[in-house]
Every structure is written in structure tokens, then in C-alpha cells.
């Protein structure tokens, strides 16, 4: 599981679209490139990347220092719907109803797990969707503590963009001592939040134009 200097300490996923009838996105394939860049880079702080394919979050992604979750967002096509029920049957959430004959989505208890979009026979939902939630400065352990959201992004590049970038602000601003998850607030999470979906959307912005 890796050892405990202060560096990446480890960066462990689920087995994702590989051997996952729920994952969202290749886990293993995104951990690799990660691993490559990454592993054992001496940081000021211990850090642990966790990736799921899913929000069933079988490698809790939300309490390690940066977690990455595989999430789908599902979208109903207008007017084909017959109402049959069975992605309402699916939905552990309980977030899909049936209303005039249609399904309608609850946005406030969808989790984006993609379920529905798999189990609609007629191929209705489809998924609107499909990002990469990207988390910072949770921790296991004794103490355990929720990471906060960064931001969700499109594709693996944006991800691995996005994994450099906290990597790179971690190492010029923690100090070394404490646990990531106690300096958020004295590193300016907030601004970083800030400039780094700023960054992505100039990369997104600079990219329509090149095509
Ligand atoms: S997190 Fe989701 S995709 Fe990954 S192993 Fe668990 S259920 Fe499967
Ligand atoms: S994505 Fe998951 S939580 Fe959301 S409506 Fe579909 S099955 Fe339910
Ligand atoms: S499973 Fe498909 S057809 Fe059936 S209610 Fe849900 S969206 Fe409509």
C-alpha cells in the first residue's frame, strides 16, 4: 500500500470499466498514467490518489488527499418514454418518479451512478454526461475526513491536467508537518478552485477553436 515518507504515497483504483458492470470510466488505465508521472514524487505532505469508477466508491475516493470519481449524468430523449417503470426499479436512490406516463428525474437525490441509463430496455436515457469528480484533501484513518470538491472534468487529459496541477500547488504552498486536509483554508483552496477551472476552460476554449 505504499510507504509512509511524505510523497505520493500510493494511488490505488477500482477495477473499473475493465471488470465493473457499474464503472463509468477506465480506472486502471487513468491510474497507470497517473502512476507513471507520479509515484513516490517527494511532496511536503503525505498524499494518497483514490479512484472509482462509480459513487458506489469502493476506493473512497472522497478520504484520500485527491479522489477521483466516474459519474453520468442521465438525460430522458423527449417523448420516447413508455413509462414502464423498470429504470424507477433500478434507481436505489429513488430519484427517477413516473408522472403523465413519463420518467422524470429528481436532480436533488440522482448521485450520477448511470444505473438507469443501462437499465432502460427501450435505450431512452442517455447519458447526458459523463465527467470525472475530482476531489482534494480528505484523509483515512483515525481521524477521517470527507475531501472537499474541486471540480468535474470532460476527459482523462483534463483529469491528469487537473491531478498535476493540485500536485504542483500542494508542493510550492503545504508545509510539512500537518495533514494536507488541515491547510486547505491556509493554502487558499478556494483560489486555487478558482484558477484551476479557470485554466480548464481556456484549455476547452482554446481546443473549439483549433477545431
Ligand atoms: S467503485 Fe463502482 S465501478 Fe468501481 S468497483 Fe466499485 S462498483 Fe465497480
Ligand atoms: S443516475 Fe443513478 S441515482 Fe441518478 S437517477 Fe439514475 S440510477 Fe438513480
Ligand atoms: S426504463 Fe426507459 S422507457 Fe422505461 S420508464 Fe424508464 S426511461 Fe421510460
Avoid at 29 to 53: C, T
Avoid at 150 to 173: C, G, K, M
Wanted: proline share 4%; glycine share 8%.
Amino acid at each position: 500500500m505504499g510507504s509512509e515518507k511524505d510523497e505520493i504515497v500510493n494511488i490505488l483504483a477500482c477495477p473499473g470499466i475493465e471488470r465493473c458492470k457499474f464503472a463509468n470510466i477506465d480506472t486502471i488505465g487513468l491510474a497507470r498514467k497517473a502512476d507513471e508521472k507520479l509515484f513516490g514524487k517527494e511532496m511536503p505532505v503525505k498524499m494518497r490518489i483514490a479512484i472509482s469508477g462509480c459513487p458506489n466508491a469502493c476506493t473512497s475516493p472522497m478520504l484520500n488527499e485527491i479522489g477521483i470519481m466516474g459519474r453520468i449524468r442521465p438525460l430522458r430523449t423527449p417523448g420516447l418514454c413508455t413509462g414502464c417503470g423498470t429504470c424507477v426499479q433500478y434507481c436505489k436512490e429513488k430519484a427517477i418518479v413516473i408522472r403523465n406516463g413519463i420518467s422524470v428525474l429528481k436532480e436533488d437525490k440522482c448521485v450520477q451512478c448511470g444505473v438507469c441509463v443501462r437499465s432502460c430496455p427501450f435505450e431512452i436515457l442517455k447519458a447526458d454526461h459523463r465527467h470525472f469528480l475530482v476531489s482534494v484533501g480528505g484523509r483515512r484513518g483515525r481521524h477521517p475526513r470527507i475531501g472537499r470538491e474541486l471540480l468535474t472534468a470532460d476527459s482523462e487529459e483534463e483529469v491528469l491536467f487537473a491531478i498535476d496541477r493540485i500536485v504542483n500547488w500542494v508542493y510550492r504552498r503545504a508545509w510539512s508537518g500537518r495533514l494536507l486536509s488541515e491547510q486547505l483554508d491556509d493554502i487558499h483552496f478556494e483560489k486555487f478552485r478558482e484558477e484551476i477551472v479557470r485554466a480548464i476552460q481556456e484549455k476547452k476554449a482554446a481546443r473549439t477553436e483549433r477545431a
